[in-house]
């Protein structure tokens, strides 16, 4: 299968009153048609930044390393993302190749134009179709989503809908344009578990349907076993571990990756002690030397972890780990 | 650690008036005839979707909310007050012994007061403390209790992140020397990490200072962790109640179980889709007839639809309100 989206080397820093900040260092990966991607880590791990460089959405302030690359492979041509400047040319990435879903349905739909609206304007922006056309577009996406009586939906507003009809309509609208990529920035946290589990079947059938590559951003990790096909696990901008879900999950390699499924509640043991990862992720202000999560990590194994960048390790040819413990265990063997 | 009761509820009803003018007395019952007993020292979860009633219920037993029927009572040992009628000098002495800790620790913190302040303000109001002294030697000692540094005390609440706020809001809750808290969703906004870090916390403060937790959830593997007692709420009943483990090995309502099996699992290969329950929870001001769970529950038959059931207590200390319980664990059985 060919590649959807390569990132290679993307380094972001934002310029504040306190000088330049790093929120994203040297993250690489690439993603295939038809592939589900997790991104997961905790609120400050520089998921969403990533996720927003691919459409070029961060703040004026973003500073991108010249060595940073966003390759993305749509329309039979290869754009190179970081390179567009002009409104005209950024369509493609922002809903044309690439849709978006926020975690707060309700603070990304406008609270005083109805919904049918909404989808429809964003059609006739992106695509060549008559307004009433896109109306019918529109209802049938809605309708594809699961909600009931769309033709009623469309005229109505968003506060007049429940948390989960919201998330739906906001999928219709994003996969509406027909995209390759869509990223969901932690589209199931603000709803219920049943809804939760609704949402998810939705995007596992849209998945076969559309055939389109999705990065999933969460902090949960059962959500991603159960959508993703890789994930990526950041921590304070860095990639520090990536693999197949299964690898990932039942055989975690990085201390980081280790410590996120010890501190989940287990049903199958509720005598096991949960495990906090130990103190708090650093302020991005005062960056760790070294490996960066050497100040929190339970497996440190000496001064290398504070001196030294632990470089990216392949375990297996899909699966990487950025940890100075297993070179270590590579060096013995 | 005495087992006697703290919070007794009983067909405790919260209704709001929402009619539209003088003549229109429609009441919408947030809570509808729940009871609870809440044993002392123990950890009492309380789980249901967002619209099932359990915040309401929490915060009538904090009198926060009006009660409009049945009866509660709070007995600690040393006074017993009926919280339906609780008023005047009695009700500021509730307010030391009941207290509250909110879901999210970014809301929660007044961002222009520091943080010896926040958990200071408690004490000033309520008059617990003579002078300046004294409300400082309190704070320092409940701050260290909830792992907060004394240099963390003159700074403000920007400068921290979510776990060591919902820290602050703990102890605030904490300084006036409660008996009886209600956390709810304390740890809904925090990350798995974080989350971890907080509900160990509470466990240790709980047996530390011997306090009783009311624990209010959406997150059934968090309750299932904490817990040792567990409520299940749907659209203002109570529709389970149970001693944690027999619940989790066993639940008996149809909603639970189709609540366990909406969990995601860890296990990339357990991609079920099983008793994953359709629809949402209906509006509270259109409730269905009978059962109020029949419109989603796969289970339903006529009577579901006519007759609504009582909960049932068949002596092993597992409630349940479901016409076809038996029949149905019969069937899991046999199966």
Known sequence: MTSLIDVENLTLSFRTDEGLVTAVEDVSFSLKKGEVMGLVGESGSGKSVTAKALMQLNPG???????????????????????????AELKIVRGGAISMIFQEPMASFAPAITIGNQMVEQLLIHTDMTKARAKDVSVEMLDRVGISDPAKRF?????????????????????????KLLIADEPTTALDVTIQAQVIDLMKDLVNEFHMGIIFITHDLGVIAQTADKVCVMYLGRIVEEGPVREVIRNPKHPYTRGLIAALPRFDDLDAPLTPVPGDIPSPLERPTGCVFHTRCREIIGDVCKRDLPENRWVDPTHRVACHLHAKMEAAR | ???????????????????????DRTVLKAVNEVSIEIKRGSFFGLVGESGSGKTTLGRALLKAAPITGGQATFTDGQVSYDLATLSGDELKDYRKRAQLIFQDPYAALSPRMTVRDIIAEPLEVMGLTKTREETDARVREIAAKCRLNLEHLRR????????????ISIARALVSGP????????VAALDVSIQADVLNLLKQLQKDLGLTFLFISHDLSV?????????VMYLGRLVESAPTRQLFAAPRHPYTKALFSAIPSLDPDDRGRAQKLVGEIPSPLNQPSGCKFHTRCPNAIDICRTTEPQLENPGDGHEVSCHRWRELLEAEITA
Do not use: W
Not at chain 1, 67 to 83: F, N, P
Not at chain 1, 155 to 179: C, H, K, W
């Open chain 1, 61 to 87: 302030n973003a500073v991108y390393d010249p060595k940073s690359k966003i390759t993305l492979h749509a329309e039979g041509r290869e754009v190179d993302v970081l390179s567009l400047k002009k409104a």
């Open chain 1, 155 to 179: 005229d109505q507003y968003v506060f007049e809908l429940s948390g989960g009809m919201r998330q739906r309509a906001m999928i219709a609208m994003a996969l509406s344009t027909n995209p």
């Open chain 2, 1 to 23: 650690m005495s087992k006697e009761t703290l919070i007794t509820a009983k067909d405790l009803t919260v209704g709001y008036n929402i009619g539209k003018g003088f003549f």
């Open chain 2, 156 to 167: 403000f609440p920007h400068a921290f992140s979510g776990g060591q706020r919902q820290r």
């Open chain 2, 179 to 186: 008996k009886f808290i209600v956390a709810d969703e304390s």
């Open chain 2, 223 to 231: 309750v299932a962790h904490t817990c040792d007692h567990v409520a």
